[in-house]
């Protein structure tokens, strides 16, 4: 990953800059790299679907839930979060162009898979959402308390968010946006 990071933070300067002329590719682009969701994921995220208050973005179909960092707090309030109705989704593209709108802002090379690949490289507890809930079921299974899982959960979560948080200082230090 540390052969990449020229090539990460030039790809990350282009969305941030194309937030001008392509909001929904930028943030769609940055999404996918601060969260390494699947493509088809981000494009059906819906403004119901985070939770700005308690900073969590419920994504695919409720499968996994995500802390929401300050930068990407940030990100979503310039593209308008708020203001977007709470039913409607996020980006009104197929998945054809948003590929070819990410690529553009990204310099015409990067896929969005490449995005993913690189957000689950820098930070692979963003792929962990199946195997958290299986520590959880086998712990409650093994006659855990309600009280122990919920500890067991919040001890998981704030790994999560450290791990999450670390990521995006990476990629979005404070000052960069």
């Not at 020229?6 to 800059?17: C, E, G, K, M």
Request: charged fraction near 20%; charge should be negative; hydrophobic fraction near 45%.
């Amino acid at each position: 990953m540390r052969e990449t990071l020229p090539l990460l933070d030039w790809t990350v300067s282009r969305l941030l800059d194309g937030f001008g002329s392509d909001p929904q590719a930028a943030l769609l682009g940055l999404l996918t790299l601060c969260y390494g969701q699947p493509p088809d994921v981000v494009l059906q995220a819906r403004t119901a679907d985070f939770d700005l208050a308690a900073r969590l973005w419920w994504c695919g179909a409720a499968a996994c839930c995500l802390p929401l960092t300050d930068p990407v707090l940030h990100l979503l309030k310039l593209y308008g979060l708020a203001a977007l109705g709470a039913d409607g989704y996020l980006f009104a593209l197929s998945m054809s162009k948003a590929q070819r709108r990410v690529a553009r802002l990204s310099g015409g090379v990067l896929p969005l898979a490449t995005l993913r690949a690189w957000a689950l490289a820098g930070c692979p507890d963003l792929e962990s959402s199946d195997q958290r809930r299986e520590i959880l079921r086998r712990y409650s299974e093994e006659g855990a308390t309600v009280a122990q899982v919920a500890g067991l959960e919040r001890e998981l979560d704030a790994r999560l968010l450290t791990s999450v948080t670390d990521w995006h200082a990476v990629l979005l230090p404070p000052g960069g946006i």
